[in-house]
């Protein structure tokens, strides 16, 4: 099987386990709202005129509660009405459970539950945002997802897991320099400005919360659910070329040593020079070993 051949046969396989998810990722401009709702289907109950509803609603509150058109009052009453009165946060250990469960990352669980993760709360302050015609977009920082109103005069950026705090480039440097400390001065001032001038797009935001969700469901050892999580970042990205390897090694930790052979090969066929080559090599032997002896 060639290598068109491979990547077409598992993007196949993905978009008939997720057709709605597929055909909304794929689309020229995937809506936010329903790429990230549709994110959870397989894994919770999905309801798209739902939640369409709900965050309908949530925007009539918001945009009755915002004083006038301008930065600071847009930002308030987000802030105001998703925060305080609708009580949007982050999970709390001792009541909410485990902290990075993977309820606080499906959007539908978090608008029910109004309990969810940086990446979950931004979606739905975004999702708001968006059918007010605000101009508030995401920002992918490595630790945090925040929220910058790029209408405002300087910077003004929200976190949603902390609403209360206003933050601005200084706190967002802040934010970077554990990460990313160890550059000059001057390339971590460029690298800080070209993050926060970064567009990202829907299926960014998507990305990152599926990403999100396969560490959660792996070390709860939900293969089944992992398996789920990366054939819709495959959809997402078909050139993750990364992804492919981990779903072949999902695909062998459930038994299923074909579809685990086809996503390898492809792996070792597209990464010639990955560093773990040689490990996946042994892994497909062992596998081919299994096949040929059933």
């Not at 606080?104 to 739905?124: E, F, N, Q, S």
Request: hydrophobic share 45%; aromatic share 6%; with cysteine.
């Amino acid at each position: 099987m060639s290598t068109v051949e491979a990547r077409d046969v598992i993007l196949r396989e993905a978009a008939r386990c997720h057709p709605r998810f597929a055909a909304e990722a794929m689309a020229d401009a995937p809506d936010l709202l329903r790429l990230c709702t549709l994110a959870a289907e397989g894994l919770a109950p999905v309801d798209l005129d739902g939640a369409d509803r709900q965050i309908g609603f949530l925007a009539y509150l918001v945009g009755q509660a915002c004083e006038a058109d301008t930065a600071p009052a847009r930002v308030a009453a987000l802030r105001r009405v998703l925060a305080e009165e609708e009580g949007f946060a982050g999970p709390i250990g001792d009541i909410d459970g485990e902290v990075d469960d993977p309820r606080h990352l499906l959007l539908p669980h978090v608008v029910a539950d109004r309990r969810g993760l940086p990446i979950a709360l931004a979606t739905v302050y975004l999702a708001v945002a968006q059918r007010l015609g605000w101009p508030i977009e995401g920002l992918d920082f490595p630790t945090h997802f925040l929220l910058r109103d790029t209408g405002a005069e300087g910077i003004l950026i929200l976190d949603p897991c902390n609403p209360g705090v206003s933050l601005d480039r200084e706190d967002c440097r802040q934010l970077l320099r554990p990460a990313f400390g160890r550059l000059p001065e001057a390339a971590f001032d460029r690298f800080c400005d070209m993050r926060l001038a970064a567009v990202v797009t829907p299926r960014i935001i998507a990305a990152r919360m599926l990403k999100q969700l396969e560490g959660s469901y792996l070390r709860r050892e939900m293969y089944d659910e992992v398996r789920l999580t990366i054939q819709k970042l495959l959809l997402l990205d078909q050139a993750a070329i990364a992804e492919m390897r981990d779903l072949g090694e999902i695909h062998h930790m459930l038994g299923e040593h074909r579809q685990a052979l086809t996503c390898l090969r492809l792996y070792l066929d597209e990464a010639p020079y990955a560093a773990d080559r040689v490990l996946v090599q042994r892994v497909v032997r062992q596998i081919e070993q299994q096949v040929s002896g059933a």
